[in-house]
């Protein structure tokens, strides 16, 4: 359980940063290198989400809850904004959906 959340969390990371970089580009002004980390980091998005042991679309529904958690994170440590109670609920709701999708799928 803890394996697949901690995958779940690097593979979110990878991916908001991938698109996190150009965002900073096209409208902060940043310079065109950011680019290049970019397309590193979706890469490596792309990549760990192989090292999931489930069937794909499996992941990628399940994934989504822990990337509506990881970017509300973001959101708070990133772009220094607090999170609200709805916020921190959606979170909660899309992480008990991530559990059943991926837990459920195991006693089949």
Same mark, same amino acid.
């Given at each position: 359980m803890i394996k697949t959340f901690a995958l779940? !969390?690097?593979t979110a990371i990878a991916?908001?940063? +991938?698109? &996190?970089?150009? &965002?900073?580009w096209l409208k902060k002004g +940043?310079? %065109?290198? *950011?680019? %290049?980390? /970019?397309?590193?980091s979706l890469a490596l998005f792309a990549w760990l989400?192989?090292?999931?042991? !489930?069937? /794909?679309?499996?992941v990628y529904a399940a994934y989504g809850g822990v990337y509506i958690t990881i @970017?509300? *994170?973001?959101?708070?440590?990133?772009? @220094?904004?607090?999170? !609200?109670?709805w916020d921190i609920v959606g979170s909660a709701v @899309?992480?008990?959906g991530?559990? %059943?999708?991926?837990? +459920? @799928?195991?006693?089949?």
């Open positions: 779940f !969390t690097i991916e908001i940063v +991938g698109c &996190y970089l150009p &965002y900073l +940043g310079s %065109i290198w *950011l680019l %290049i980390p /970019a397309a590193i989400l192989t090292l999931h042991p !489930t069937a /794909a679309g499996r @970017a509300i *994170l973001w959101l708070w440590l990133v772009d @220094a904004i607090r999170p !609200t109670m @899309a992480l008990l991530m559990a %059943i999708i991926i837990f +459920g @799928a195991r006693q089949v």
